[in-house]
């Protein structure tokens, strides 16, 4: 893990320079921010309608088609990096060089949703001034356009021009490709060359708050396997027959749930099956199971999550789980096995410098400061693929509601906010030498 650069500017940070009223500068990116409002909107609504389905390979390439201009035309480079290799659509790499020896930058989004082709829940709806509904309305198809106005923002300002930024707009986020390690090979060496990582999908709210995310949860995922001697269900708990696969992996569920717990530390299990045979499907989203109330079930299986927010919380959690599945349980053998996904993004002193540095702005333009959000609150995302290399920051596109859900909803006036918000913290970090 590297140093975290902005650890020393700690002190800095508490002078009362963080409460200076904006420069004419960015009164110029606030005020093309809000001249911008309607473009910015359509660009919404145009890439919303778009189908973008992780598994909608052209759809997410038609994606980079309608983003890619915007970059280029702010002198970006733009490239389109093929994931053919993982079974997904493609990634988006966009370069802006700056002025050597500033600080680089590094802006993550995604272009894919989780809704398919099939979904009934396809296109662009404004519900009323403030409010628009829509796949990837907000998540992160609005995380998009809200880098693309702040950007935009900043080259009216003249800020962007020596700014060093590296763009990353991942084509998989939503269901990433396997292996990990080829899928997210090119934003993991992005993250080894910036400075600072900030990360557009949505602004986390708790009690009607704006908040800062400077932690996100890992994502994996474990499977339990028991296989068990088999016969007539009236020897069950006999010496000779035993419990059976079934009441074998209730207990060691059980034992999950007493023994596991510890703050941040989240295990679902999310898929069970049971008797005579059992074994999960292809997609590990389904399993099919056979039985009969007079036979000992010789099979159970179990899959679930595991959520944690450091890798020593992973592999704590992952040991106490191993020496369960390791126990007597009579008559059975249980074996267990691990997919780890999304690495956790840790809450760092560098993380929340970023956060005090956004809170610098927050003051600037006159809003409320943010606060740390829970990291139960959020889920994993691709900024934890470079948090271990470089202070991060999640959060920075809008706010919305039901995102997931055909009720995902948008908060417009959030766009404008966040927007203003990045483009002043991009523009002050980017002036930074390294």
Do not use: C
């Amino acid at each position: 893990m590297t140093l975290r650069p902005f650890a020393s500017l700690a002190l800095v940070l508490a002078t009362p320079a963080i409460a200076a009223p904006p420069t004419p500068t960015e009164r110029t990116m606030v005020a093309t921010v809000d001249a911008e409002q309607a473009r910015t909107l359509a660009l919404l609504e145009r890439a919303v309608n778009q189908n973008s389905g992780t598994r909608n390979l052209a759809g997410v390439k038609a994606v980079h088609d309608i983003f890619a201009p915007e970059f280029a035309a702010l002198g970006f480079a733009v490239r389109w990096v093929p994931q053919d290799s993982v079974g997904r659509a493609g990634h988006v790499i966009a370069t802006h060089k700056g002025k050597p020896g500033r600080k680089r930058l590094l802006l993550i989004g995604h272009l894919d949703t989780v809704f398919e082709p099939d979904s009934s829940f396809l296109m662009f709806e404004r519900i009323d001034a403030e409010h628009a509904r829509g796949p990837g309305v907000a998540d992160d198809k609005g995380g998009d356009v809200t880098m693309i106005a702040a950007l935009r923002a900043m080259a009216k300002a003249g800020t962007l021009k020596d700014a060093n930024i590296e763009a990353v707009l991942t084509g998989d986020e939503e269901e990433a490709g396997l292996p990990l390690d080829a899928a997210r090979a090119d934003l993991v060496a992005a993250g080894r060359r910036a400075d600072v990582a900030l990360d557009f999908e949505g602004l986390a709210r708790d009690g009607g708050r704006d908040m800062g995310s400077v932690a996100r949860r890992s994502a994996g995922n474990w499977t339990v396997t028991v296989s068990a001697k088999s016969g007539h269900s009236s020897g069950v708990f006999s010496e000779f027959a035993g419990d059976g696969a079934v009441y074998a992996l209730a207990r060691i569920l059980a034992a999950f749930r007493a023994e596991l717990p510890e703050p941040n530390l989240t295990f679902n299990a999310g898929l069970i099956a049971g008797g005579a045979t059992a074994a999960l499907g292809a997609d590990e989203a389904r399993a099919e199971a056979t039985g009969k109330t007079n036979i000992i079930p010789a099979a159970a299986v179990a899959r679930g999550d595991l959520r944690a927010l450091s890798p020593d919380q992973i592999a704590r959690a992952e040991a106490r789980m191993r020496a369960i599945v390791a126990r007597d349980y009579p008559g059975a053998k249980a074996e267990l096995t691990f997919d780890n996904k999304y690495p956790p993004m840790a809450p760092t002193p560098g993380n929340r410098v970023l956060l005090a540095r956004l809170n610098a702005v927050n003051a600037t333009l006159g809003l409320e400061p943010m606060g740390e959000l829970d990291p139960l609150k959020r889920g994993a995302g691709d900024i934890s693929f470079v948090a271990a290399d470089v202070d991060s920051l999640a959060g920075l596109g809008p706010a919305s509601e039901g995102d997931h859900t055909p009720r995902e909803t948008v908060d417009i006036p959030s766009i404008w906010k966040q927007a203003k918000r990045a483009a002043l913290l991009m523009s002050r970090l980017a002036a930074e030498k390294r």
